[in-house]
């Protein structure tokens, strides 16, 4: 499949590449366009974005990844290659902010040329901009809410544009009950809301290594049991919770490491919280990684210590790989974990009560183990991706199906 980037010397009028345009025109199959805001390496929802048009097409859909993200942002290398790994047709468009018009011009133009169907927004702004660029190419509107997690000086704003945009969307798919609940409460006709959980592509996530040789594989000492955690470093994630709770078992006399994976604003004070609970040469901020999959095999538990999520892709991942998971009982988590099943289920913000999931984990080699076996067939039997794809195809299929009785 072809890929539009940034940087090539021949553009067309809107700004893209012209040698490398793909030509969906003479596709039979209706085209969607997966419209994103991103700034950096992504997050959870391009892990889905990203993996869909490859399952996408084989059923009736040709998917376009359409990606707003400023001009020379270093990070955005890693979607890039995210895109190749799955085949994904990545265009880039450049985004100087929220008063560049030429985004609206390049977004007209290119759904134009791709004859796009459908609008797949992903965020307030893709959002809003489906609703413009409507007014000039007849298109059908659906949405995916992931969450309004990240709560800085902004997101008023963007709930507030949210609230005016989703209820003129035709579908709203919602991660979580949590956000389906509140998308109802800002409006979206029920009929128009849909509960569509993420997925994970369970032969990609399939374990190779045990932990033993998962932890060599890092440089980690592999006689010493390693609690983890994914995430962008930032206060909701509640990594803080996690050190202080780690730090406790290592008082009571646990021979612990605590590995985080991930990178962000929050990092220089996590690091502080290390120092000052005597855990400093314990802790291992390892930074963001583009395959978090070595890293989840060295675990011995995996802890989602979030005080906010939808349906955080991270706890499929975990369970998918067969690592022990424990996480904090919000949004869709417990649509997944069954508390003493397949995991291990406690209240956010709650110190006490991770401190002592994690104590019967480590002492408790057979619970372990009924964690990793339940956890991976609940992601296989529930959770796969293909099983997703195959219901939000089913959706298009009525957008469609409403398209020809009309």
């Not at 011995?300 to 996480?327: K, W, Y």
Request: aromatic share 8%.
């Amino acid at each position: 499949m072809s890929q539009l980037v940034k940087n090539h010397p021949r553009r067309s009028s809107f700004g893209l590449p012209i040698s490398e345009m793909s030509s969906t025109l003479s596709s039979p199959l209706p085209v969607v366009l997966d419209a994103r805001v991103v700034t950096g390496s992504g997050g959870g929802p391009d892990k889905t974005i990203l993996n869909s048009p490859r399952y996408l097409e084989p059923l009736g859909y040709r998917m376009l990844c359409g990606y707003l993200t400023p001009i020379d942002d270093p990070g955005y290398s890693e979607i890039i290659n995210k895109a190749k790994r799955y085949s994904a047709p990545l265009i880039t468009i450049p985004d100087r902010g929220p008063w560049d018009w030429r985004v609206i011009t390049r977004l007209i133009a290119l759904c134009k040329t791709e004859n796009v169907s459908i609008w797949h927004g992903h965020d307030y702004k893709t959002n809003l901009l489906g609703l413009l660029i409507r007014q000039f190419h007849p298109m059908r509107l659906v949405t995916t809410v992931h969450g309004w997690v990240r709560h800085t000086s902004r997101t008023p704003l963007y709930y507030r544009i949210d609230r005016k945009c989703l209820p003129w969307y035709e579908q709203v798919y919602c991660v979580s009950d949590d956000l389906y609940e509140e998308c109802l409460s800002l409006g979206v006709h029920p009929t128009r809301c849909m509960l569509l959980e993420n997925g994970i592509d369970t032969t990609e996530y399939s374990r190779r290594m045990n932990p033993f040789h998962a932890k060599r594989a890092i440089k980690l000492s592999p006689s010493r049991f390693l609690i983890g955690g994914v995430g962008r470093l930032s206060p909701e994630k509640g990594f803080d919770i996690l050190i202080r709770s780690a730090a406790q078992l290592y008082r009571n006399g646990f021979d612990i490491n605590l590995i985080i994976v991930g990178d962000g604003d929050d990092r220089g004070r996590l690091e502080s919280l290390a120092h000052e609970e005597c855990i400093a040469d314990r802790v291992i901020i390892a930074g963001w990684q583009s395959d978090v999959k070595p890293y989840f095999e060295a675990m011995d538990i995996f802890v989602l210590s979030s005080l906010r999520e939808g349906l955080p892709n991270v706890v499929l991942e975990a369970m998918a790989l067969g690592t022990p998971t424990i996480a904090t009982r919000i949004a869709g988590i417990p649509r997944i974990i069954r508390d003493g099943f397949n995991g291990a289920l406690i209240e956010s913000g709650n110190i006490h009560q991770l401190t002592q999931a994690m104590h019967e984990l480590i002492c408790n080699h057979g619970l372990r183990a009924a964690y990793s076996n339940n956890g991976r067939e609940t992601v296989q039997a529930r959770f796969g991706f293909s099983r997703r794809m195959s219901r939000l195809a089913r959706y298009y299929d009525e957008l469609i199906a409403n398209i020809s009785s009309n």
